[in-house]
Antibody
Framework: QVQLVQSGSELKKPGASVKVSCKTSGYIFTTFALNWVRQAPGQGLEWMGWINTNTGNPTYAQGFTGRFVFSLDTSVSTAYLQISSLKAEDTAVYYCARAVGAIPRWYFDVWGPGTLVSVSS | SYELTQPPSVSVSPGQTATITCSGDNLGNKYASWYQQKPGQSPVVVIYEDIRRPSGIPERFSGSNSGNTATLAISGTQAMDEADYYC?????????FGGGTKLTVL
């Protein structure tokens, strides 16, 4: 079955960097786009952007440019989210989610379990 | 930028119908999805393409979308339906989520 498995929780100091992984299985990796979604403690879902797993082309949502980088390693069917110059307000659970269907009908059918990134001095 | 507005909370008695709305400019001309999120868990899609229900989602979940409002209805609401619900739509090459609605089954 389709699975998205994310890396474990991270505790980082302000100014550091973190790289979150999202390893996929159960389908052809390059067939479906992968999205990243942030959820701050007690808050709602915030779309960060997506990466075309066929071309590697990333698209970043407003507010997620500069310090945020999406990347792929197609050899291991894995997507990555790297955040640099971490700030306390980056503390959140980060989800990867697969998008299926044709634009504009597409939607997120499978989500990873989430990775908690905590930023504290 | 496009915005989707949901009521922060909705309460319903067990066995009754819960209705959660999602408002956005001309939302009826877009496709709305709905996600259920229980505490400590990842979101799960319950409705996509306005009205479609993924396999495994109970028939008591239904959706509609017209004008400026998409609606998620849960008939015969059960205690297990208590969760946060988020609407989502695609606009101008951007995914947008509503702020979420906490459904309480009293």
């Amino acid at each position: 079955q389709v699975q998205l498995v994310q890396s474990g929780s991270e505790l980082k100091k302000p100014g550091a960097s973190v790289k979150v992984s999202c390893k996929t299985s159960g389908y052809i990796f390059t067939t479906f786009a992968l999205n990243w979604v942030r959820q701050a403690p007690g808050q709602g879902l915030e779309w960060m952007g997506w990466i075309n797993t066929n071309t590697g082309n990333p698209t970043y949502a407003q507010g997620f440019t500069g310090r945020f980088v999406f990347s792929l390693d197609t050899s291991v069917s894995t997507a990555y989210l790297q955040i640099s110059s971490l700030k306390a307000e980056d503390t959140a659970v980060y989800y990867c989610a697969r998008a299926v269907g044709a634009i504009p009908r597409w939607y997120f059918d499978v989500w990873g379990p989430g990775t908690l990134v905590s930023v504290s001095s | 930028s496009y915005e989707l507005t949901q009521p922060p909370s909705v309460s319903v008695s067990p066995g009754q119908t819960a209705t959660i709305t999602c408002s956005g400019d001309n939302l009826g001309n877009k496709y709305a999805s709905w996600y259920q999120q229980k505490p400590g868990q990842s979101p799960v899609v319950v409705i996509y393409e306005d009205i479609r229900r993924p396999s495994g989602i109970p028939e008591r979940f239904s959706g509609s979308n017209s004008g400026n409002t998409a609606t998620l209805a849960i008939s015969g609401t059960q205690a297990m339906d208590e969760a946060d619900y988020y609407c989502q739509a695609w606009d101008s090459n951007t995914w947008v989520f509503g702020g979420g609605t906490k459904l309480t089954v009293l």
